[in-house]
């Protein structure tokens, strides 16, 4: 596994597009703000998404939090296209 992590860090600037899907409440707007900011931050109920970027060391991580919300989940097919 060490192998798989060597190679993410010794071959050029990488992109990842991470896709936090889950029910209603569970922590994924805490857990994109936590990777961001390094810190807890108060959130409320979304109707929408948000879409952060952290950069680590070579990597560019584009994470995508998509609202969970049964009205939206329909939706959360189209966000799946690009994402690793």
Do not use: C
């Not at 989940?73 to 994402?83: E, I």
């Amino acid at each position: 596994m060490g192998n798989v992590f060597e190679k993410l860090f010794t071959n050029g600037k990488k992109e990842m597009r991470i896709l936090m899907l889950g029910l209603d409440g569970v922590g994924k707007t805490t857990i994109l703000y936590k990777l961001k900011l390094e810190k807890i931050v108060a959130t409320v109920p979304m109707t929408g998404f948000n879409v952060e970027t952290r950069e680590y060391k070579n990597i560019s991580l584009i994470v995508w939090d998509v609202a969970s919300h049964f009205i939206i989940r329909p939706l959360w097919r189209h966000y799946f296209q690009n994402t690793n």
